[in-house]
Nanobody, 121 residues
């Protein structure tokens, strides 16, 4: 089970830190990713991190603003979001991948329920 937290309302230019806590199994051997889905739009890839944390990957629109990290000892993944923009408004999901095509939703086999991030302009 994956449970996201940390979403909320923030002004443009502000920051939020999302957390994803895993339970029921160890996810330290999985690549982990964050996706988001804005209202009326398809779910899109945001960021991913390898099982060791040594490799990270971001969609272009968040590079330099978002940072993904993980703490395998705590079975947790994080998404630090800075310089937030109105267009970052979405429900954010964390997920665990059993394949390395991290930008593709089909590579992920476990999903959380999501946490809403609202950025006011």
């Amino acid at each position: 089970q994956l449970v996201e937290s940390g979403g909320g309302l923030v002004q443009a230019g502000g920051s939020l830190r999302l957390s994803c806590a895993a339970s029921g199994r160890t996810f330290s051997s999985y690549g982990m990713g964050w996706f988001r889905q804005a209202q009326g739009k398809d779910r899109e890839f945001v960021a991913a991190i390898s099982w060791s944390g040594a490799i990270t990957y971001y969609t272009d629109s968040v590079k330099g603003r978002f940072t993904i990290s993980r703490d395998n000892a705590k079975n947790s993944v994080f998404l630090e979001m800075n310089s937030l923009k109105f267009e970052d408004t979405a429900v954010y999901y964390c997920a665990a991948a059993d394949r390395t095509r991290w930008a593709v939703a089909g590579a992920y086999i476990y999903w959380g329920q999501g946490t809403l991030v609202t950025v006011s302009s």
